[in-house]
């Protein structure tokens, strides 16, 4: 089996998630991985799909592309190197950040955690709250490694939301049950 990246953008409607699907199973394809969501108005898919022996990336892409056509999506198709390493790891935590909204504030938060080791898995931001008083919301899970210091990285990020006039609150996720 060989696995593809696929991702794909356009204007939110029903169908999408319909069509693509249909189309990677219609090859013989398997979805193993997957996130979406809509951003501002606009439908954003990434996949880790595995696809039968033979099917190449621009089989897949132009498969794709001719079943989302009337969709208009912006399909892109690559191959995953099978010798890219696992992610780090260590312990799953969450991350929340909330207030003014400004730039620089993703930026500054993902360096202060990079520079400690700390892995970004999934990361979510939204502006919330009424139109006259918006609130910038941001939710970060993050793997931190083992032998990291969970005070001190604490008080940096709180020192770090201070400085953004941001409030921050890090701790260790919870299991979920299954």
Request: with cysteine; hydrophobic share 50%; net charge negative.
């Amino acid at each position: 089996m060989a696995h593809y990246a696929v991702s794909a953008i356009g204007a939110d409607r029903p169908g999408i998630v319909a069509a693509v699907t249909g189309a990677l199973v219609d090859l013989g394809g398997n979805l193993e991985d997957s996130s979406m969501s809509i951003l501002r108005g606009h439908f954003a898919m990434m996949l880790v799909v595995s696809m039968p022996d033979g099917a190449t990336a621009a089989d897949v892409e132009a498969t794709l592309a001719e079943a989302t056509a009337r969709l208009e999506l912006v399909v892109v198709v690559r191959p995953i190197d099978a010798g890219v390493p696992a992610s780090p790891t260590g312990e799953p935590w969450t991350v929340s950040v909330y207030g003014a909204d400004r730039p620089g504030i993703v930026h500054r938060v993902a360096g202060l955690l990079a520079a400690h080791g700390v892995n970004v898995v999934d990361l979510s931001t939204h502006v919330i709250g009424e139109e006259n008083r918006p609130v910038y919301a941001m939710f970060l899970d993050v793997t931190v490694p083992d032998g990291t210091d969970a005070v001190a990285l604490s008080q940096r990020l709180d020192a770090l939301a201070g400085e953004l006039g941001v409030s921050c609150t890090a701790h260790p996720s919870e299991a979920d049950i299954l």
